[in-house]
């Protein structure tokens, strides 16, 4: 599947089959992380077979189910937004490897997670992966309306396809606490006050980007 056809088909998954994450998939995707830390230099790091993390004991809210595999995303809080873009890459790389993913902000067991800290730095995020008891489900979403802000009486073609990515990224507690706006062939994205808001507007600017295509439009 192309990344257009991936966003679609990614949904939020915590019910995991219990089986390891084949040789050749965790290969591929151990490469293609190792590219996307050297990009954004954030510390992005693959953990296999480790089920600690997402063991028993935790809330029922939000509860894992044979989660033993999962990232994590080392770095300064000023690399929030860079998480969430480089992160989402990952997370769609691993739909096309027929890989089921969640981003986790709070439902695992911190003490347990396996990660390399320095002074200075801390845990931005986790995404969990596996293959999906089910595919997932779609989530509610706001409207188009309300998540971006059109200078002028027309909306481009371009633009109404990059929203509608934007529409299907995922955000903490399902919040979208962002707003995109439109002058021109310019295009500018602002957080809203939200819990892990910064990551969030990186995962829809992909998004954006994705849905919009070769349109030329430019970040402001």
Same mark, same amino acid.
């Given at each position: 599947?192309?990344?257009?056809?991936?966003?679609?088909?990614?949904? =939020?998954?915590?019910?995991?089959?219990?089986?390891?994450?084949?040789?050749?998939?965790?290969?591929?995707?151990?490469?293609?992380?190792? $590219?996307?830390?050297?990009? =954004?230099?954030?510390?992005?790091?693959?953990?296999?077979?480790?089920?600690?993390?997402?063991?028993?004991?935790?809330?029922? #809210?939000?509860? *894992?189910?044979?989660?033993?595999? #999962?990232?994590?995303?080392?770095?300064?809080? %000023?690399? %929030? %937004?860079?998480?969430? &873009? #480089?992160?989402?890459?990952?997370?769609?790389?691993?739909?096309?490897?027929?890989?089921?993913?969640?981003?986790?902000?709070?439902? #695992?067991?911190? =003490?347990?997670?396996?990660? $390399?800290?320095?002074?200075? %730095?801390?845990?931005?995020?986790?995404?969990?992966?596996?293959y999906g008891q089910t595919q997932g489900h779609p989530r509610a979403t706001k409207p188009m309306?309300?998540?971006?802000?059109?200078?002028? $009486?027309?909306?481009? $073609?371009? *633009?109404?396809?990059?929203?509608?990515?934007?529409?299907?990224?995922?955000?903490?507690?399902?919040?979208?606490?962002?707003? *995109? &706006?439109?002058?021109?062939?310019n295009v500018e994205a602002k957080t809203l006050l939200g819990f892990y808001a910064k990551i969030?507007?990186?995962?829809?600017?992909?998004? *954006?980007?994705?849905?919009?295509?070769?349109?030329?439009?430019?970040?402001?």
């Amino acid at each position: 599947m192309n990344l257009n056809e991936a966003i679609i088909a990614r949904h =939020s998954v915590r019910k995991y089959q219990d089986k390891p994450i084949e040789a050749e998939a965790a290969e591929n995707l151990q490469e293609f992380i190792k $590219d996307k830390a050297e990009k =954004s230099g954030i510390k992005i790091t693959l953990q296999l077979n480790e089920p600690e993390a997402f063991g028993s004991g935790m809330a029922t #809210y939000g509860k *894992f189910e044979n989660c033993k595999n #999962y990232i994590t995303f080392v770095g300064k809080k %000023e690399d %929030e %937004e860079k998480c969430g &873009y #480089y992160g989402e890459q990952i997370v769609l790389h691993a739909q096309q490897l027929g890989l089921n993913t969640c981003w986790v902000a709070l439902t #695992y067991n911190k =003490s347990k997670i396996v990660y $390399d800290a320095e002074k200075g %730095e801390k845990l931005l995020i986790v995404i969990a992966l596996g293959y999906g008891q089910t595919q997932g489900h779609p989530r509610a979403t706001k409207p188009m309306q309300e998540l971006c802000k059109i200078k002028g $009486d027309e909306t481009p $073609d371009w *633009f109404k396809k990059a929203m509608e990515a934007v529409m299907l990224a995922p955000t903490a507690i399902n919040q979208q606490k962002f707003v *995109f &706006y439109l002058d021109g062939n310019n295009v500018e994205a602002k957080t809203l006050l939200g819990f892990y808001a910064k990551i969030d507007l990186g995962i829809a600017k992909l998004h *954006f980007e994705i849905g919009a295509g070769d349109a030329p439009f430019n970040w402001v």
